[in-house]
């Protein structure tokens, strides 16, 4: 059963929200987004969204999303009461359920301000390092220990491979996604394919991985490098109103997510 060096990688699901992806080069706002008519759009991959490429956000999600502690954390919420935990600024983040959830669907109600763009990974995965792996600094590729458990375990071509390409390797096993809002289909989703700049993250103590049951020694604190593989979207702001968006995807486990959001003004 894989269990510590394999649970480095996490995978987390994440309702995607969108209507369709821009064929042209629609006009621009003052903000540097693309101005948004009364139906979602999604920022095309490439484009800087408030500063940030898609792989930095994907970087700043998995911030976010491992820096709340796990009675609040969204990735473990089933009804959509935590959605507000952690949000700032002007990008807010959406997660979906980490693990194997209780039932599918998983459906969540939540309220989110008006003229917050949506930033979120319909399917990632990502490796965080911790001292004891004692490997280096380099997550481009980080031989020696981290790989230990794949060589004991019988996953010697893993060790060789270093963690960019084992992130997606695995990513690439991804399977049926999918993704509606208000009942329209999202297109093109594997041109969101992105890997997140290289960062570090603060782990609280009680954190939503547990992280402490393969490192018992573990304080809360900074922890990295990490990096990651996955399918992002950011999406400009919703309009106000009642949207519903569900999502599919597959992995090591089936996930099966329905958000009912309300834009508040």
């Known amino acids: 059963m894989m269990k510590s060096r394999l649970l480095h ?5 994440v309702a ?3 209507v369709g992806v821009w064929l042209l080069t629609p006009p621009t706002s003052a ?8 139906e979602p759009r999604v920022i095309p991959p490439g484009f800087k969204a408030y500063g940030k490429s898609y792989s930095e956000w994907a970087a700043r999600w998995w911030q976010w999303a491992w820096s709340i502690p796990k009675p609040v954390n969204p990735m473990l919420d089933l009804d959509g009461d935590d959605a507000d935990e952690g949000q700032i600024g002007d990008v807010w983040f959406l997660a979906g359920y980490l693990g194997e959830a209780p039932s599918l669907p998983v459906e969540r109600t939540c309220e989110i301000p008006a003229g917050k763009a949506l930033f979120f990974p319909i399917i990632n995965l990502a490796w965080l390092t911790f001292p004891e792996d004692m490997g280096g600094s380099d997550p481009e590729h980080y031989p020696g220990d981290p790989f230990k458990w794949f060589i004991e375990n019988e996953w010697e071509g893993f060790a060789d491979m270093g963690i960019r ?4 390797y695995f990513m690439d096993t991804a399977t049926e996604l999918w993704c509606e809002i208000d009942g329209k289909p999202v297109r093109n989703i594997k041109r969101f394919r992105e890997d997140s700049a290289v960062t570090s993250i603060w782990l609280p103590e009680d954190d939503a991985y547990l992280w402490d049951e393969w490192y018992p020694d573990r304080s809360e604190g900074i922890y990295g490098p990490t990096a990651d593989a996955g399918y992002y979207l950011m999406v400009a702001p919703l309009a106000p109103g009642e949207h519903t968006i569900e999502f599919h995807g597959k992995m090591w ?5 329905i958000y009912h959001l309300t834009v508040v003004e």
Do not use: D
């Not at 990688?9 to 699901?13: D, P, R, S």
């Not at 390409?165 to 997606?168: A, C, E, R």
């Open 9 to 13: 990688l996490v995978i987390a699901v």
């Open 16 to 18: 995607a929200i969108a």
């Open 31 to 38: 903000r540097g987004l693309p101005a948004c008519k009364p």
């Open 165 to 168: 390409p084992l992130l997606n």
């Open 253 to 257: 486990s089936e996930q099966h997510v």
